[in-house]
């Protein structure tokens, strides 16, 4: 750097405050003016005092048009009432508030933007006390990138359960005729007539290894999609997979059901919740040397709740928070997955889970948002 331009730049700001105070707001006007996003200046009532370039573009208005005029004129109808519960946080004391919300450009190209607003008492300005600052960004265009990403997302979810749903039946009928013939091939041998000692052993061991198949294949295809989930709905289905899964493991499972046999709920909650289930006694399986599981379905206050707890050794959250950086959590997609699946259809998972304090997995779908 110029040593000169040191010695200049502090010879400007040390003359006396009557020059610095002018500058100062001079570069306030500019960082204010030409600020990329959109920022504005209301009264405690909202109305607006000022406003830069880019709120005029935002709002399709000339500034002349804005100012005097209240915010909350431009936001669209129905997301209003955040607005002024945002004036009123502030009046009662709050120093933040941030939302995202809907404003309606005007003017000759009227459309609506998505907008994210960050909202904020104004400080340090003596002349004009109670003024509220709002910082509001354009997210239109992200927000429309995210919802075609979460229906293409559902869409493949669909699919995908379409597909297993397609395989497991195909597995059952052409695998399962097949076996049925070969049962029925071993049975005629047997009855064609007294056969040598030892070609009935070989035969007892071949009717063995049909059997085994037989349930191999029925494994497999309950594993990719049980005919029961579609059949019986999710109290049964998950039901049998808690059993199977605790004689598998040896592992002691309860499994319990509340308000889920009047009324089925709709399939994709269904299938949701049932993947939820499977994936996180496959990780108890995996990782967590439990003693005991408890699985609670469950339907009250317009939601559907699966509940998943065990008494095992727990792990850290953050410890295991998967970043494509990090290779050893890049192929950990089970509860990354179990919350996108949750999220599809409007839900919430929550995980608690501490070292040594076992783990619970709690998922809730609210019914009427769900989609379909
Ligand atoms: N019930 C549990 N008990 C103990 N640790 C668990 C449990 N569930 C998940 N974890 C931990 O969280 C990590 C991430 O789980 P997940 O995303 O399903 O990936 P993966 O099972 O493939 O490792 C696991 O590797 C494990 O360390
Ligand atoms: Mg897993």
């Not at 070989?202 to 990719?224: C, N, P, S």
């Amino acid at each position: 750097m110029d040593p000169n331009e040191t010695t200049h730049v502090a010879d400007v700001s040390a003359p006396d405050a009557v020059i610095a105070e002018p500058i100062r707001r001079l570069r306030y006007q500019e960082a204010f003016e030409f600020a990329p996003d959109c920022q504005l200046v209301t009264d405690r009532h909202g109305i607006l005092v000022e406003a830069n370039h880019a709120a005029t573009v935002l709002l399709g208005s000339r500034k002349e048009f804005l100012i005097n005029k209240p915010l909350g004129l431009f936001a669209v109808e129905g997301s209003r009432a955040r607005f002024y519960e945002c004036l009123w946080r502030l009046g009662q004391g709050a120093l933040m508030d941030a939302f995202e919300t809907r404003l309606s450009r005007r003017g000759d190209n009227p459309h609506e933007a998505h907008v994210v607003a960050r909202v904020g008492e104004r400080f340090g300005d003596p002349t004009a006390p109670g003024t509220i600052y709002w910082l509001i960004r354009d997210i239109t265009q992200w927000r429309r990138a995210e919802d075609a990403r979460a229906f293409l997302q559902l869409r493949l979810t669909t699919a995908q359960e379409d597909e297993r749903r397609r395989i497991a039946r195909d597995m059952h009928d052409t695998v399962g005729q097949t076996l049925t013939a070969l049962a029925l091939g071993i049975q005629a041998l047997r009855d064609a007539g007294p056969l040598p000692q030892a070609t009935l052993c070989r035969l007892d061991v071949v009717q063995r290894l049909a059997d085994e198949l037989a349930g191999q294949v029925h494994d497999l295809a309950t594993r990719l999609r049980p005919t029961a989930l579609d059949d019986l709905g999710l109290e049964a289905a998950a039901g049998h997979l808690v059993a199977d899964w605790s004689v598998h493991t040896g592992v002691n499972a309860d499994f319990q059901s509340d308000g889920l046999t009047a009324e089925r709920l709709p399939s994709e909650v269904e299938t949701t919740l049932y993947r939820v289930v499977q994936e996180a006694l496959t990780n108890i399986a995996k990782h967590a040397r439990a003693r005991r599981v408890a699985v609670v379905l469950g339907r009250n206050d317009g939601y559907a709740v699966a509940v998943i707890e065990d008494d095992g050794i727990g792990f850290d959250p953050e410890e295991i928070a998967p970043t494509p950086r990090r290779a050893d959590t890049r192929d950990r997609l089970g509860l990354l997955g179990m919350r996108e699946r949750v999220t599809l259809v409007g839900g919430t998972l929550e995980i608690e889970a501490a070292l040594g304090r076992g783990t619970t997995v709690i998922a809730r779908v609210p019914l009427q948002a769900a989609p379909g």
